[in-house]
T-cell receptor, first 114, second 116 residues
Framework: KNQVEQSPQSLIILEGKNCTLQ??????????LRWYKQDTGRGPVSLTI?????NTKSNGRYTATLDADTKQSSLHITASQLSDSASYIC?????????????FGRGTSLIVHP | ETGVTQTPRHLVMGMTNKKSLKCEQH?????MYWYKQSAKKPLELMFV???????ENNSVPSRFSPECPNSSHLFLHLHTLQPEDSALYLC???????????????FGSGTRLTVV
């Protein structure tokens, strides 16, 4: 069964600090992995996408890594800002022959305090 | 705005009411989706339309009825809902005509539905 597990479930940090969110998956065959940011009351917005051959992708202060061997990904946020407070969702899509439907994680809720 | 617009943003309805959610995309995408987001649960796929044809109906109760009149518009018709149907309903679109969304989703802001 395809699964995406995210940790921690929630995280509180002080403004300016760095943090790392984790995503483990069992989706097979693997096609790509995305990280989305979802602000409260809004829809998710894509931050990064990585395919099998990519092991790191940056988008401003957000850097995602992918280890396809261990089936793990992380999202590192540098110099956090109050606007980073949101839910971060890991989504893994299967390749040809795999499930039609992307598998979503439950998300990590990040709160950045001043 | 992301290019995917959902209305209304908030909806409160009784269990005997009939209402509809609307989604509109101006991105030229080929596929559109309805997702349900409940507290502390992953997003749940409800329906997929690719090139205006329904390609996925993920065991959704018949009290939810989708309609896709053209590639830019998607509706979710609701009738005789239950309180447990209260959730955030998200519409998304994708360039991927297969519906697999390997190109990624563009989500709307969602409709917060409360069934009383």
């Amino acid at each position: 069964k395809n699964q995406v597990e995210q940790s921690p479930q929630s995280l509180i940090i002080l403004e300016g600090k760095n943090c790392t969110l984790q995503c483990n998956y069992t989706v097979s065959p693997f096609s790509n992995l995305r990280w989305y940011k979802q602000d409260t009351g809004r829809g998710p917005v894509s931050l990064t996408i990585m395919t099998f051959s990519e092991n790191t992708k940056s988008n401003g202060r957000y850097t995602a890594t992918l280890d396809a061997d261990t089936k793990q990904s992380s999202l590192h946020i540098t110099a956090s800002q109050l606007s980073d407070s949101a839910s971060y969702i890991c989504v893994v899509s299967a390749g040809s022959g795999g499930s039609y439907i992307p598998t979503f994680g439950r998300g990590t809720s990040l709160i950045v305090h001043p | 705005e992301t290019g995917v617009t959902q209305t209304p943003r908030h909806l409160v309805m009784g269990m005997t009411n009939k209402k509809s959610l609307k989604c509109e995309q101006h991105l030229g995408h080929n596929a559109m989706y309805w997702y349900k987001q409940s507290a502390k649960k992953p997003l749940e796929l409800m329906f997929v339309y690719s090139l205006e044809e329904r390609v996925e109906n993920n065991s959704v109760p018949s009290r939810f009825s989708p309609e896709c009149p053209n590639s830019s518009h998607l509706f979710l018709h609701l009738h005789t809902l239950q309180p447990e149907d209260s959730a955030l309903y998200l519409c998304a679109s994708s360039q991927d005509p297969s519906g697999r969304a390997n190109y990624g989703y563009t989500f709307g802001s969602g409709t917060r539905l409360t069934v009383v």
